[in-house]
């Protein structure tokens, strides 16, 4: 009889192991889910960039890191490339980089950016054609002034950007975050990774 006792409570013991085991991967598993929600959501987001739009800085393929909290303790300045919801359809998600901030007088005359009548040097800036059109929005604008909590921005490459030339100001609230690094970048076209590109701090 207390042989059997003995092996009843051994079953008990195992059963009560394996749930045991069971609960700690499933309360691991949810409170990972959790984090990777809360880190997604408030802290650092992965994105991909599927245009041109940014070229050279920023190459089709290249998987970008965002911080989405840094505006909570600084102010966002000229020359940063963000992520936020585009204006016409907030479902998208745009990143340009940020030539104008509020109060800020802009023009471009033949594609060239003057703020407050000073022009803008621009080391980033790509123009796959030299010159421009009088009737082209892209080339000639303004001058404006930027209204309170906008900012005006643009696409590195120049003649291949739909950006707040096109469709206006960014409203400071659909801003999402600072991108900062590439962490992977694929070249489909060659079918093979940009080495040189994996690590590389985005400014």
């Given at each position: 009889m207390e042989k059997v006792e003995n092996i009843e409570r051994a079953s008990v013991t195992e059963q009560t192991k394996?749930?045991?085991?069971?609960?700690?991967?499933?309360?691991?598993?949810?409170i990972a889910l959790l984090l990777a929600f809360i880190i997604r959501t408030f802290v650092v987001q992965a994105f991909k960039i599927p245009s041109g739009s940014m070229i050279p800085t920023l190459q089709i393929g290249d998987h970008i890191l965002v911080n989405k909290f840094i505006y909570r303790f600084t102010d966002i300045k000229k020359g940063d490339i963000i992520v936020f919801k585009f204006?016409?359809?907030?479902?998208?998600?745009?990143?340009?980089?940020?030539?104008?901030?509020?109060?800020?007088?802009?023009?471009?005359?033949?594609?060239?950016?003057?703020?407050?009548?000073t022009l803008l040097n621009e080391s980033y800036?790509?123009?796959e054609e030299e010159g421009g059109s009088s009737y082209h929005p892209?080339?000639?604008?303004?001058?404006?002034?930027?209204?309170e909590n906008k900012f005006f921005v643009m696409g590195d490459n120049r003649e291949n950007s739909m950006d707040s030339r096109f469709w206006g100001f960014l409203d400071k609230y659909?801003?999402?975050?600072k991108a900062f690094i590439v962490y992977w970048s694929w070249d489909s076209l060659n079918f093979g990774v940009r080495w040189n590109r994996l690590g590389m701090i985005l400014k």
């Open positions: 394996k749930k045991s085991i069971v609960r700690e991967y499933a309360e691991a598993i949810i204006p016409r359809d907030e479902s998208r998600d745009f990143i340009k980089r940020v030539i104008g901030l509020p109060g800020d007088k802009i023009e471009i005359k033949n594609k060239r950016v003057y703020i407050n009548d800036a790509y123009h892209r080339d000639n604008f303004g001058p404006i002034i930027i209204p659909k801003v999402r975050g």
